[in-house]
């Protein structure tokens, strides 16, 4: 067996397929045991959490809280530490001179320590924590689902059949934006660009949480010409791999048949700049990500297809105690 292990990181169905089946201990053994690190996302816990079934949520929560996982970060800090980047190197006059470092500290700490924090509080008390999301989400998951479909909606009206090659895909304005020429831009940019002015806009929402701290964005910064031009001309994606993969997952899927998973499968999306493998039973989901690979800032893990159910754990199985 190899020395030096690998990551794998396992998509919502692949866990519940190893809870359905019984299988809790397998996994346990393999993720102690063979070739590859198993990780574990925030974005496939907070999936489970919104399930109504509390049996069932109970049970799967308990598994995939358990130590032997290698618990990866939001995908919001990671993607906001890749854009305060691109703002110290840009735009260092939007830092505070006084961050409020300590309230990051303990946010980041909640999700680091292993007596306490966020990871503890599910293992243990579950239906709190799917409550607590519950309410800070509010009718977030259903906004997203609907965004989906009604880009797909316009797609249709168009000739959406026709998939353009992602680093050809650009987009405009159909009004005045702050800080935009009036060009065609790659439509990365403009999504970000809007996906960032809201969540930074929203009271509650994680990338307020991560970067407000840093830099104020309270008092026009957001509305500001500078904001667009930083978005739609000056960041390079290179720095901002997560923020092209959250796009482009956002862009292949409009080309599919919208489901209630879609919204989770691009949070997915932004966790592969730091894993080598993604293990599915979601053709589709594979689909997209060998269609960003030629196009992506950054190198994309490799997928597997697995099956359905128990014989997919099984398939599991072997990978992850196989020579990496």
């Not at 949070?267 to 592969?272: C, D, I, K, S, V």
């Not at 128990?310 to 990978?319: A, C, D, I, R, S």
Request: charged share 25%.
């Amino acid at each position: 067996m190899s020395r030096s292990r690998k990551r794998a990181l396992l998509d919502t169905n692949i866990w519940s397929y190893v809870v359905d089946s019984g299988l809790q201990g397998s996994l346990l053994r393999a993720a102690s045991e063979g070739s590859y690190h198993v990780q574990i996302a925030p974005a496939v816990v907070f999936e489970t959490l919104r399930l109504r079934d509390k049996a069932l949520r109970a049970k799967r929560i308990q598994l995939m809280t358990n130590h032997r996982f290698i618990r990866l970060m939001p995908e919001a800090y990671s993607e906001s530490v890749e854009i305060l980047g691109e703002i110290r190197r840009l735009r260092p006059d939007w830092l505070r001179e006084k961050p409020d470092k300590p309230f990051v500290d303990r946010l980041e700490k909640d999700w680091t320590r292993t007596r306490g924090g966020f990871w503890v509080r599910c293992a243990r008390n579950p239906d709190e924590v799917a409550h607590f999301v519950d309410f800070v989400e509010g009718d977030l998951s259903q906004a997203l689902r609907q965004q989906s479909l009604q880009a797909r909606k316009v797609l249709i009206g168009t000739d959406w059949k026709r998939n353009i090659a992602m680093d050809k895909t650009i987009a405009s304005f159909d009004g005045p934006v702050p800080g935009w020429r009036g060009d065609s831009v790659d439509m990365w940019r403009v999504y970000s660009l809007t996906k960032l002015t809201y969540g930074l806009g929203r009271v509650g929402s994680p990338y307020r949480d991560w970067i407000a701290p840093f830099v104020e964005v309270d008092y026009g910064l957001l509305k500001s010409p500078a904001w667009g031009e930083f978005w739609l001309y000056l960041v390079d994606k290179i720095a901002l791999p997560r923020q092209w993969l959250r796009w482009a997952h956002s862009y292949a899927q409009m080309f599919r048949k919208v489901t209630p998973g879609s919204a989770g499968d691009t949070q997915l999306f932004t966790y592969f700049v730091e894993t080598d493998l993604i293990i599915t039973a979601d053709k589709a989901l594979l689909e997209i990500l060998d269609e960003c690979r030629r196009y992506a800032p950054c190198a994309l893990p490799v997928g597997k297809l697995v099956l359905a159910g128990k014989q997919g754990v099984t398939e599991l199985l072997q990978v992850l105690t196989s020579e990496a």
